[in-house]
Structures are given as structure tokens and as C-alpha cells.
């Protein structure tokens, strides 16, 4: 069992930066791969970013890419979004998800067992 805690939203301006934190608890020393979703009102949720808890490979969509960092801090089970260059089209709410696999990421949100409940990002232009 995994439990898992978003931080780090807010109200910004565009070209803003924030850091979204995700604290996990539980289990997640094993085969755990941890990612990013956003999903902005009215549309799918949208995969961001990965990290592989064993190994640390990390993966980063095409549509942010440049912008958005992920990172892990393993000693405080503590998951990272780095987010640069905000844009009015990043305002959505943003979750941490985590899944057991053997694989080094996974980009389907259906795939993911455990969610935190998000934190909400608003960009204004």
C-alpha cells in the first residue's frame, strides 16, 4: 500500500516557475515507478513525467520537455516537479501516481494503482 500527498500549487503568473512535491509513504522501495498526470478541466489526464524508484530512469513528455523537471529524493520518499516557463495552457490540476511494474516507466494512467489527491496549478497570462 502506497499513500501519497501533493504540495506545491498555486495561483501564478505566466513564466512563472513552482516545484510541486509528492510525499509517499508505504511500500515504494521495490519496483515502483512514480509519475506526474495533469488534467486540465474538461479534457483526459494527460501523463507528464516518470521517474523509476529502483535506478532512477526517468522519462518527460514531448509537450514539456525543456520545461519540466521530475526528481526523487529517496531518503525522503519525496517525488519533484520542477515546473519553468509556466504557460496559461499548464493551469490544471496536477497529481502524483505510483504503479508496480517491472518496466522503467509507464505513460497510462489507467496502469497506476495509487494516486494522491492533486494540487492545483492556475496560471494567469
Known amino acids: 500500500q502506497v499513500q501519497l500527498i501533493e504540495s506545491g500549487g498555486g495561483l501564478v503568473q505566466a513564466e512563472d516557475s513552482l516545484r510541486l512535491s509528492c510525499a509517499a509513504s508505504?511500500?515504494?522501495?521495490?519496483?515502483?515507478?512514480m509519475a506526474w498526470f495533469r488534467q486540465a478541466s474538461g479534457k483526459e489526464r494527460e501523463f507528464i513525467a516518470s521517474i523509476s524508484w529502483v535506478g532512477g530512469i526517468s522519462y518527460v513528455a514531448d509537450s514539456v520537455k525543456g520545461r519540466f523537471t521530475i526528481s526523487a529524493d529517496y531518503v525522503q520518499n519525496t517525488l519533484y516537479l520542477q515546473v519553468n516557463s509556466l504557460k496559461p495552457e499548464d493551469t490544471a490540476v496536477y497529481y502524483c501516481?505510483?504503479?508496480?511494474?517491472?518496466?522503467?516507466?509507464?505513460?497510462?494512467?489507467?496502469?497506476?494503482?495509487?494516486w494522491g489527491q492533486g494540487t492545483q496549478v492556475a496560471v494567469s497570462s
Open positions: 508505504g511500500n515504494t522501495r521495490s519496483n515502483y515507478v
Open positions: 501516481a505510483a504503479v508496480r511494474t517491472t518496466y522503467h516507466t509507464d505513460r497510462y494512467s489507467d496502469h497506476y494503482d495509487y
